[in-house]
C-alpha cells in the first residue's frame, strides 16, 4: 500500500483521492492555529512557493487534537491560514490524527514512520515538554503535537517523519533529494 490508496476529504466536504497526486513528492502536515508552531505556516509556504512547480505538494490537514488550537470551522481556519500566510497549498477538512476517531490515511503514516529523530537540545526538550501534556498520544507511534510533518516520495511511500518542533525549512534538501529522484522509499 501507499498514500495513492487513500482518499480524504477537502475542506468543503468532497473527496479528494490521494492517487490525483502520483508523481508528486508530499509533504503531509496535521496543524493548528492556535498553536506555538503555527508561525511553521511561513516556512511551508516559502516551501511551496520554490517546489510546487517541480512536483512538491504541501497537504494541510488541521487537527484540534491538540489543546483545542484549532477550534475554528474548516473555512474560518482556510481565511486564517491565507490572510495571516498568504498559504496557497492545499487544506483539507479538520481531522482527528490519533484515537478512535483518527483518519485512515494517518494510520498508514504512523504505520510507516512510527518515530521521529529530535534534532538539537532546545527542540528536544520542549518535545519531553510536550509528551507531558498531549493527552491524545497514547501509544507508539502516535503523533505528539501539532505541525508533525511526512515526507512522502513519488511513489506514495513515506520515508521520513519530523517532529513538530522541525523547522520546515530545513527539509530543503530531503525535499530537493525526492524531487532530483536521488532518494527513495526503499
Given amino acids: ?20 497526486l502520483k508523481g508528486k513528492v508530499l509533504l503531509i502536515v496535521n496543524t493548528a492555529t492556535g498553536c506555538g508552531f503555527t508561525p511553521q505556516y511561513e516556512g511551508l509556504e516559502k516551501l511551496y ?43 483539507f477538512s479538520k481531522i482527528e490524527v490519533n484515537g478512535d476517531g483518527e483518519n485512515f490515511l494517518y494510520t498508514f503514516l504512523k504505520a510507516k514512520q512510527p518515530n521521529e529523530e529530535v534534532y538539537g537540545v532546545k527542540n ?33 511511500n513515506v520515508v521520513k517523519r519530523y517532529d513538530p518542533t522541525f523547522n520546515p525549512l530545513d527539509m530543503e534538501k530531503d525535499i530537493v533529494k525526492l524531487l532530483d529522484g536521488s532518494i527513495g522509499g526503499r
Avoid at 490508496?5 to 492517487?19: A, H, I, W
Avoid at 487537527?63 to 487544506?91: L, N, R
Fill in 1 to 20: 500500500m501507499s498514500v495513492y490508496d487513500y482518499k480524504v476529504k477537502t475542506r468543503d466536504g468532497k473527496d479528494f483521492d490521494l492517487s490525483s
Fill in 49 to 91: 512557493e520554490k517546489y510546487n512547480s517541480k512536483g512538491l505538494e504541501i497537504l494541510d490537514f488541521p487537527c484540534d487534537q491538540f489543546g483545542h488550537q484549532a477550534p475554528g470551522s474548516d473555512d474560518e481556519i482556510h481565511s486564517f491560514c491565507t490572510s495571516k500566510y498568504d498559504t496557497k497549498f492545499d487544506q
Fill in 124 to 156: 528536544k526538550m520542549a518535545m519531553k515538554a510536550i509528551e507531558k501534556i498531549s493527552t491524545t498520544c497514547k501509544k507508539p507511534g502516535d503523533i505528539k503535537w501539532n505541525f508533525t510533518k511526512f515526507l512522502v516520495d513519488k511513489e506514495g
